[in-house]
């Protein structure tokens, strides 16, 4: 059954087997300098940002994804909110030919037993690795061949993943990045309810409440 939702003023239809868009995906949008750029999201689900992008001021948009079921959706959506938006499949940057001003990717960087026992990621879903940081790391590695120069790559980070390995690849990769925002985001009743299986060092306690970390980099040479 499909549905519709709002994302930031833009209708999006959706159904129970696809990734719904999330406070990190509004995040995303609103702190990615796009106007005027040509622009790549990378993992665009639904499509929420590559449509925000198209309709806020993108010279171009490129949008692609590795769950057929998300593109088929982004391709309805874009034509509901009568957008041009490019939009294929792609494992990542497996079949990106282009280069672009800004690339943009909010794929999983939730551990995926995580993912499995909050249920955030529909089934059929892709998510990343027990680590929670395989997607990120290989973005990371492979960005700089898909961004013209002066390009920079948006890339959110949860802390139900490996920080340590991505920050430090962030510092490999790119002469300079800044952490565009950092939100403590409280914890959902069924994560409270699996405190015992989840690393210690994936959270925080504030109070009596516990909170993940979300955070998105902005990278560049």
């Given amino acids: 059954m499909k549905n519709v939702l709002d994302f930031l003023g833009i209708q999006l239809?959706?159904?129970d087997e696809v990734f719904r868009p999330t406070l990190i995906s509004e995040n995303c949008a609103k702190l990615t300098d796009f106007k005027d750029k040509c622009v790549l999201d990378l993992g665009c689900g639904i499509g929420p940002l590559a449509i925000y992008f198209a309709k806020n001021g993108a010279r171009q948009v490129s949008a692609c994804d590795i769950f057929e079921k998300h593109l088929e959706f982004t391709r309805n959506n874009a034509k509901l909110n009568e957008v041009d938006?490019?939009?294929f499949y792609s494992d990542l940057f497996s079949n990106v030919k282009e280069k672009y001003d800004v690339i943009c990717c909010d794929v999983s960087g939730v551990d995926k037993r995580v993912a499995e026992m909050t249920g955030w990621f529909p089934g059929d879903v892709p998510k990343a690795d027990e680590t929670g940081s395989n997607l990120i790391l290989k973005v990371l590695d492979e960005a700089q061949s898909f961004l013209n120069e002066g390009g920079n790559l948006n890339i959110a980070t949860t802390s139900f993943s490996?920080?340590?390995?991505?920050?430090d690849k962030i510092s490999e990769k790119f002469l300079n990045s800044e952490v565009l925002i950092k939100i403590?985001?409280?914890f959902s009743k069924r994560l409270k309810e699996n405190l015992q299986f989840l690393?210690?060092?994936s959270y925080?306690?504030?109070g009596g409440d516990f909170f993940w970390i979300f955070k998105l980099f902005k990278c560049s040479n």
């Fill in 13 to 15: 239809a959706y159904s």
């Fill in 85 to 87: 938006i490019e939009i």
């Fill in 162 to 167: 490996d920080m340590t390995a991505i920050e």
């Fill in 184 to 186: 403590e985001v409280p």
């Fill in 199 to 201: 690393n210690k060092d």
């Fill in 204 to 206: 925080k306690k504030i």
